[in-house]
């Protein structure tokens, strides 16, 4: 038996993670076991969305992160690690400055990547064999700051796009009517063009919170009635009562309502009366690309 170990740092708009995987190879069985997941609240977009710049108090914080994360990498070793930074660090004016910060003091590289290129990290963990091959799925990751929209038809991707419309900016008020209507009115287009039936595979921290206050497994279709009714309990709820009765970490709290309408509402405007929640996300991703990375690179030698 082979075995390997990766490490992915997501750098969201609401949370910062670090995720370190271990792959084992039985033969032509490969197997992803996660090793250690740490998750830090910072709420980068709080500030890059309306300032577009992130505060000194808030660099501090993101810095001792990435230097809590570097001592914790040191322990693991892990063969790979790759950082990526997404909507918050693309509006960020300063989040340039910050990467190459973080690189002087830790050695860390940071990513900033495109939503494009954010939508490919979670297409590569194995988003392919959540699909049946004769059905349309639109894949939808809801973040803090931005919507991955990508539609697939008989597994290939056909349509992509990226909305700055995310769960801290609808919590802020910060989403232009424009933006919204141009999501809706992109959505419906896709819609009329699809023949049949549109599934919804769903990804991000807050639409597996809705699985899990369902009682749903991972993978088990969920209808649009359980996401709306569930929804619009969130919504009639305060962030007080929500963190007391439903034992939400306080920044699930509240966006977890605003990341609600953005799912919903995708759903109705495509169509789509079941919505499919596998266990993925930015992390996943990347210790996969890492693994078939490493593969390729010892397969050259």
Not at 53 to 81: C, G, I
Not at 146 to 172: C, D, K, Q
Not at 214 to 230: P, T, V
Request: net charge neutral; glycine share 6%; hydrophobic share 40%.
């Amino acid at each position: 038996m082979n075995s390997y170990q990766f490490a992915a740092i997501d750098i969201g708009s609401n949370a910062v993670r670090l995720l370190v995987s271990n792959v084992f190879e039985h033969g032509s069985n490969i197997t992803f076991k996660k090793q250690s997941l740490v998750r830090v609240p910072l709420r980068l977009g709080a500030d890059a969305f309306i300032h577009k710049h992130l505060p000194e108090n808030k660099e501090e914080e993101f810095v001792h992160a990435m230097h809590a994360f570097s001592h914790l990498l040191k322990v693991y070793k892990p063969q790979k690690m790759r950082a990526l930074a997404t909507s918050a660090f693309r509006e960020a004016e300063n989040g340039l400055a910050i990467v190459d910060r973080v690189f002087a003091e830790t050695g860390i590289k940071i990513e900033i990547i495109s939503g494009k290129e954010e939508a490919e990290v979670v297409y590569a963990n194995g988003l392919r064999e959540n699909m049946d091959a004769d059905k349309s799925y639109l894949y939808m990751d809801v973040g803090g700051g931005s919507t991955e929209l990508t539609l697939f038809n008989n597994h290939e991707a056909i349509a992509a796009r990226s909305f700055n419309v995310g769960s801290i900016r609808l919590l802020m008020n910060t989403v232009p009517d424009e933006t919204w209507d141009e999501m809706k009115a992109w959505v419906k287009d896709l819609a009329m063009q699809v023949n049949g039936e549109i599934s919804m595979i769903g990804s991000g921290g807050n639409i597996n919170k809705y699985c899990k206050l369902l009682m749903k497994d991972y993978g088990e279709a969920l209808n649009y009635n359980e996401i709306y009714n569930l929804y619009k309990r969130l919504k009639d709820l305060d962030t007080d009562q929500r963190i007391q009765t439903l034992y939400l970490n306080p920044d699930r709290a509240d966006v977890i309502v605003p990341a609600g309408k953005i799912f919903t509402s995708v759903m109705r405007w495509s169509g789509a009366k079941t919505a499919y929640v596998p266990k993925i996300g930015v992390s996943d991703g990347v210790i996969k690309m890492l693994y078939e990375q490493h593969k390729i690179e010892n397969a050259l030698i």
